[in-house]
């Protein structure tokens, strides 16, 4: 196992508590998972504002740029009866979806109490919630929502945590979870709702397939689902001490295009990873590299520009926490980068590569402040020396056009996009986030492949683009 590397992890931002028994954070504390949007900018969401009593509540959302300048958009907080209409407790990421709002849930707070899905744009203005949950009977639209993310379709896509009916196996929980869909346009569709029992109960985060099926887990199982069609829990863990991890430490899909995941193991809370096919098949239980501390949990899993895994925890002989790169064929440990409490300290939002390349992620506590107050939590850089991501195609549409028709392409890695060109011919771009960019084509293009260019190099379309 890789000892710690000679380059370290710096804290971007630190977030400040008053050094008071009860109090009120401005900008919040508790950070959790955050993305890059389509300016380059880091958007996030802390969980909580209060502090000093045995249930806090509030929370805000923010935008950082690379360079550690903070903006505070919004703050959760309580009407004058102590209502947290719009929300309380965001511990999800954002998205940014295609209309060029960000996206989000709240797990709490709202009409209901039972959590809500709002929308914000990037400068902080037209806040608004768009659903609240369980505001139909029997509670069939779910509570408490988990993580959210774009289709391939463009809709966003979610859990939630409970919810969905007054019976069965969950009833004191209103039931044992839901999938939905939310379109731009302001359509909330609840697309399947768990039994818990052939479904199990309580899913986490999601993610989407290159082959476009629902992948997520759920209990000790992983399911797959598509929209109109089945869910199924097609894999069971082989021990019944394992413990997927939380609503915030999705799945991953590899560019070999096999899932991977986190475990814990119930009583000695041993940290391990697998791979596994989305048939089912080739499970490889990879060997432990640690053991998470007391409730902590494991952040999410992410496949970085040299191939690697990399993902942050707090392990117990690391105290503050950890960053590691894993192999992707062993599961070994690779490079370890340590948190040394003014870096940051409680790894649990998980990590994502900017387009530049280096490493980002929060902390739920520690930080550096030089202005008296307590540091809360912390958004880090690394600079781990990897090079910027390259970008990838997986379609567009439409298939064909004349010149000045707009085409929508779907892929990953887009912010930072520099050229786009059909056959060649550069084309004028909006990158609206990143996986998607609207292109128009050229003057003078001809039939043949998109290519997309970012600092992580170029990526071409399998297919061509028919030019009419």
Same mark, same amino acid.
């Given at each position: 196992?890789?000892? *710690? ?25 508790? &950070?959790?998972?955050?993305?890059? #949007? ?16 045995? $249930? ?61 899905? !709002?929308?914000?744009?990037? $400068? ?82 999601? +993610? ?28 069971? !863990? ?37 791979? +596994? ?47 590691? *790169?894993?192999? &992707?064929?062993?599961? *070994? ?9 003014? $870096? ?43 090079? &910027? ?12 056009? *004349? ?25 004028? !771009? ?6 998607? +960019?609207?292109?128009?084509?050229? #003057?003078? #293009? ?12 170029? #990526? ?9």
């Amino acid at each position: 196992m890789a000892g *710690a590397q000679t380059r370290t992890i710096a804290p971007l931002f630190s977030f400040a508590c008053p050094n008071t028994q009860f109090g009120t954070c401005p900008d919040g504390y508790s &950070p959790d998972v955050l993305i890059q #949007a389509s300016d380059g900018s880091f958007y996030g969401a802390a969980q909580l504002t209060t502090f000093g009593t045995s $249930n806090p509540h509030g929370g805000t959302l923010y935008r950082l740029t690379p360079r550690g300048q903070f903006k505070l958009l919004f703050t959760f907080a309580a009407d004058s009866s102590g209502n947290y209409v719009n929300g309380d407790n965001p511990a999800n990421a954002l998205v940014e979806a295609n209309d060029g709002f960000l996206y989000g849930t709240a797990f709490e707070g709202g009409a209901t109490n039972n959590g809500v899905l !709002f929308r914000i744009r990037k $400068n902080g203005t037209e806040f608004s919630v768009v659903h609240n949950f369980c505001s139909v009977a029997n509670c069939a639209d779910g509570s408490s929502p988990a993580s959210l993310i774009v289709g391939h379709d463009g809709s966003l896509y979610g859990t939630t945590t409970r919810g969905g009916s007054n019976t069965g196996n969950c009833q004191p929980l209103r039931g044992c979870g839901t999938i939905y869909r939310f379109t731009p346009h302001g359509t909330f569709t609840t697309l399947h709702v768990l039994n818990g029992t052939t479904d199990s109960a309580f899913p986490g985060g999601m +993610i989407q397939g290159s082959d476009g099926t629902f992948y997520g887990t759920v209990g000790v199982f992983l399911f797959s689902f598509v929209p109109g069609g089945q869910f199924n829990t097609f894999f069971a !863990f082989p021990k019944t001490s394992f413990v997927p991890p939380s609503a915030d430490s999705p799945l991953l899909q590899a560019s070999n295009g096999n899932l991977y995941g986190g475990l814990t193991t119930y009583h000695i809370n041993q940290v391990q990873f697998y791979e +596994i096919a989305p048939s089912g098949s080739g499970f490889q239980e990879f060997p432990a590299i640690g053991t998470l501390s007391g409730i902590f949990a494991i952040g999410n899993l992410i496949q970085a520009s040299d191939g690697d895994l990399w993902t942050a925890f707090v392990d117990t002989h690391a105290g503050n926490g950890t960053v590691v *790169a894993m192999s &992707p064929d062993t599961g *070994a440990v690779l490079q370890r980068f340590l948190f040394d409490g003014p $870096n940051g300290s409680l790894p649990e939002g998980g990590v994502l590569q900017g387009a530049d390349g280096k490493i980002y992620g929060t902390t739920i506590g520690g930080g550096t402040l030089t202005n008296g107050k307590a540091p809360s939590g912390a958004v880090w850089v690394l600079d781990a020396g990897l090079a &910027p991501p390259q970008p990838a195609t997986a379609s567009f549409s439409p298939a064909s056009g *004349a010149p000045g028709a707009k085409v929508l392409i779907r892929g990953s890695n887009f912010i930072g996009t520099t050229a786009v060109t059909f056959n060649g011919v550069s084309a004028s !771009f909006h990158v609206l986030n990143t996986q998607f +960019i609207s292109a128009t084509v050229p #003057a003078g #293009a001809t039939t043949g492949p998109i290519a997309i260019t970012n600092a992580g190099g170029t #990526a071409q379309s399998a297919g061509s683009f028919t030019v009419q």
